[in-house]
Nanobody
Framework: VQLQASGGGLVQAGGSLRLSCVAS????????MGWFRQAPGKEREFVPAVTWNGGNTYYADSVKGRFTISRDNDENTVDLQMNSLKPEDTAVYYCAARRRFRNIYDYWGQGTQVTVSS
């Protein structure tokens, strides 16, 4: 199983970025997908998640109204549209896959760096 995240970069506060994660080696539609992030010196934290069929989404309070998660089960991708970025959004962002009916994430991507300058 491989989760390949991309789309990170350097952006000014107030700007936007779109992250993408491509999954391979698994039956993508059997997995809920999530994004997590980890800033230097901080613990990894949940950002948003989407259920296996895209029917439900969940967001951390810190990103509600600014970030949007979406998935395409035909392309095996999950995207994270990030708008109105803030310096505190700076972190390495990871996508992760969770098999349906499980409460833990089974697979993790390698991460992509997002840096928001003030």
């Amino acid at each position: 199983v491989q989760l390949q995240a991309s789309g990170g970069g350097l952006v000014q506060a107030g700007g936007s970025l779109r992250l993408s994660c491509v999954a391979s080696g698994l039956t993508f539609s059997n997995y809920g997908m999530g994004w997590f992030r980890q800033a230097p010196g901080k613990e990894r934290e949940f950002v948003p998640a989407v259920t296996w069929n895209g029917g439900n989404t969940y967001y951390a309070d810190s990103v509600k109204g600014r970030f949007t998660i979406s998935r395409d089960n035909d392309e095996n991708t999950v995207d994270l549209q990030m708008n109105s970025l803030k310096p505190e959004d700076t972190a390495v962002y990871y996508c992760a896959a969770r098999r349906r009916f499980r409460n833990i994430y089974d697979y993790w991507g390698q991460g992509t760096q997002v840096t928001v300058s003030s």
